[in-house]
Structures are given as C-alpha cells and as structure tokens.
C-alpha cells in the first residue's frame, strides 16, 4: 500500500471503528498527519502568529487518527479501547507503540478478515 493509497483509505473510512487496518495503512497516515502539522504550523506562523489553522487541522483529523488506530489495535487482535492506555504518560505511548507495529495477525480474527496489505 503507498502514501496516497494509505491517505485516501483512512479518510474514506473518516469515523469507522469497525474492521480492520493494515501497518502500512496505519503508519503511512501517521506520516501524513505529521507532515499536516508540519505544514499548518509553518503557515501558522507566518501568516497568523496563532496555531489557527494548525487547530482546525487537528480537529478534523482528530477523528480519523482514532479509527484507524481502533482498527490497527483490530488488525493485532486487541480491542479498540487499549487507545485508552495513551492517558498513562510515557508508558502508554511505549505501549501503544509496540502495539503498532506488531505484525497483523493472519487470517480472520474477531474483528474481521485480514485487510489487504
């Protein structure tokens, strides 16, 4: 899967939990919204002076990072909800960290069948 595919797939499934998603998928559209804050926040400061348009962005990918992640937790066969362990500093983000990049589980799990890599 490459960057615009990656993109394109997460933003269509913009609030969907359900399913899912591939390392590829979820590690090219955590590139691309760093690249976005990167980006805003540059403009943000040139233009503005206030991180603007670098809120507005977070907003509105605020929700898509959360399902993609649900689903990436899906894809290692864990639930959604360890997004929740984020809160806890520094150990949760390790976590979660490991989580991501665990290799998919093969085949059919309790939250549907592989995706396509």
Avoid: C
């Avoid at 394109?8 to 760093?34: C, D, I, M």
């Avoid at 898509?64 to 909800?81: E, F, I, N, Y």
């Avoid at 360890?82 to 939250?111: E, K």
């Amino acid at each position: 899967m490459d960057f615009q595919t990656a993109v394109r797939t997460v933003l269509s499934k913009y609030a969907t939990f359900n399913g899912r998603a591939s390392r590829p998928e979820f590690w090219w559209f955590v590139l691309f919204v760093f690249l976005v804050n990167i980006v805003t926040s540059i403009i943000d400061s040139v233009i503005f002076g206030t991180p603007l348009l670098n809120s507005i962005a977070a907003l509105g990918l605020l929700l898509p990072q959360l399902a993609v992640g649900a689903r990436r937790l899906h894809d290692t066969d864990r639930s959604g909800w360890w997004l929740l362990i984020a809160f806890i500093p520094l150990i949760g983000w390790i976590v979660l960290i490991y989580f991501n990049i665990q290799p998919s589980q093969q085949g059919d799990n309790r939250f549907g069948p592989q995706p396509a890599a």
